[in-house]
C-alpha cells in the first residue's frame, strides 16, 4: 500500500475471487465543497493496463451521493457497469441506497435504521420487487461498534 502526505490510501494491491492480483489506485478532489474526498478508484490489470474505474460524487454539501463504475474500453466511450445513489435525511444521517445495473434498472436497495442515539442499528437490502433478501444489526456499548455486525441471509 502507498499513502499520500496526509495519510490518505493512494494505491493498494489486491487478491481477486479469480486467483490475480490487480492494482488499485485513488485520486482525490482539489477543489469544491468535496475537497480532500476520493474522487476516483481506477483498477489495472497485472500488466499495468487501465481496465475498470469508479467515479464518486458528493451533493451540495460535500455528502458521497453515489458512485459510477465504468469498464474502460480500448476507444471511448467507457461501458457504464453500474451506479450506486445515496440519500440522507434532515439530520444528515444516509436514509437509502438503491444500485443499478447498466441498463440503468434497479439491481438492490439498501435502507439504513437508527437507534435513539442516532447510531446506525439495522441495514436492509431488497430486491427490485421491494422482498427483504438479508439484513444487518449493528451492537453499541457507551458509543463504539462493538464487534462487527450479524448479517442474517434467505
Known amino acids: 500500500m502507498a499513502y499520500d502526505s496526509q495519510n490518505r490510501r493512494v494505491e493498494e494491491r489486491v487478491l481477486n475471487t479469480s486467483g490475480t492480483t490487480s ?3 485513488y485520486t482525490f478532489k482539489t477543489s469544491g465543497v468535496a475537497t480532500g474526498k476520493r474522487d476516483k478508484r481506477e483498477e489495472y490489470d497485472k500488466d499495468g493496463n487501465l481496465i475498470q474505474y469508479i467515479v464518486y ?36 444521517k444516509q436514509t437509502t441506497g438503491t444500485r443499478y445495473n447498466a441498463d440503468d434498472t434497479v439491481a438492490e436497495t439498501y435502507t439504513y435504521t437508527y437507534n435513539s442515539q442516532g447510531l446506525l442499528s439495522r441495514k436492509d437490502i431488497k430486491n427490485p420487487l421491494g422482498v427483504l433478501v438479508s439484513y444487518s444489526l449493528f451492537s453499541y456499548e457507551q458509543g463504539p461498534l462493538i464487534g462487527d455486525q450479524m448479517e442474517y441471509f434467505f
Do not use: H
Not at 471511448?76 to 435525511?89: S, W
Open 23 to 25: 492494482t488499485r489506485k
Open 57 to 92: 460524487q458528493y451533493d451540495s454539501q460535500g455528502r458521497f451521493s453515489g458512485i459510477e463504475i465504468y469498464l474502460k474500453n480500448p476507444t471511448p466511450p467507457d461501458t457504464l457497469q453500474g451506479r450506486v445513489t445515496v440519500e440522507y435525511n434532515a439530520e444528515g
